[in-house]
Antibody
Framework: QVQLQQSGPGLVKPSQTLSLTCAISGDSVSSNSAGWNWIRQSPSRGLEWLGR?????????DYAVSVKSRITINPDTSKNQFSLHLNSVTPEDTAVYYCARIPDARLEYHFDYWGQGTLVTVSS | QSVLTQPPSVSGAPGQGVTISCTGS?????????VHWYQQLPGTAPKLLIY???NRPSGVPDRFSGSKSGTSASLAITGLQAEDEADYYCQSYDSSLSAWVFGGGTKLTVL
């Protein structure tokens, strides 16, 4: 049974960096089949895929165009987790952030396991 | 404005059935990418309900079923129960955006 446990601050000041971590149990961040994603949800933008990291002999990342200039997703193999860093945040980045697994990195696949969600508010 | 279009709300009486539509375009559903459905209860993460257009994960009742045709997909729920009251989201992949995309969500009310 795969479990994803999120951690990180719930309040970030404008222009600073939002950082969250997703700890994996029951699978490996270095899996040769799965992909590890960040998704956010807000009333104004709905559910929005932000990006992913996955390992296929080397590490790959894909990011949504809307955040591509501001986002980094990093794997941490020593702790079996992955992180999200979103810089230069504005109140528009206020949302519930989720980590989620895709069991196969092929494009047509689904998100089968989700973290519990973290409400991040961008405010001074 | 979500890439996939769903009705904002649907409702039905206990025991009845409802259908939730999900309309896409030639760059997502119409391009042949699978459609998946999620159920979200208040204050919780989305839960996978249907994957690969019409497959149920273990533990999901067979009252839930999915279908896909052309640029659209549908989620059907039969024998409505009070516990089915939730938000439902469709999801696919969009080749123009190079991104996984979601519908705007449909709130199901069990009358």
């Amino acid at each position: 049974q795969v479990q994803l446990q999120q951690s990180g601050p719930g309040l970030v000041k404008p222009s600073q960096t939002l950082s969250l971590t997703c700890a994996i149990s029951g699978d490996s961040v270095s899996s040769n089949s799965a992909g590890w994603n960040w998704i956010r949800q807000s009333p104004s933008r709905g559910l929005e895929w932000l990006g992913r990291t996955y390992y296929r002999s080397k590490w790959y990342n894909d990011y949504a165009v809307s955040v591509k200039s501001r986002i980094t997703i990093n794997p941490d193999t020593s702790k079996n987790q992955f992180s999200l860093h979103l810089n230069s945040v504005t109140p528009e980045d206020t949302a519930v952030y989720y980590c989620a697994r895709i069991p196969d990195a092929r494009l047509e696949y689904h998100f089968d396991y989700w973290g519990q969600g973290t409400l991040v508010t961008v405010s001074s | 404005q979500s890439v996939l279009t769903q009705p904002p709300s649907v409702s039905g009486a206990p025991g009845q059935g409802v259908t939730i539509s999900c309309t896409g375009s030639s760059s997502n559903i119409g391009a042949g990418y699978d459609v998946h459905w999620y159920q979200q209860l208040p204050g919780t993460a989305p839960k996978l309900l249907i994957y690969g257009n019409n497959n149920r994960p273990s533990g999901v009742p067979d009252r839930f079923s999915g279908s896909k045709s052309g640029t659209s997909a549908s989620l059907a729920i039969t024998g409505l129960q009070a516990e089915d009251e939730a938000d439902y989201y469709c999801q696919s992949y969009d080749s123009s955006l190079s991104a996984w995309v979601f519908g705007g969500g449909t709130k199901l009310t069990v009358l």
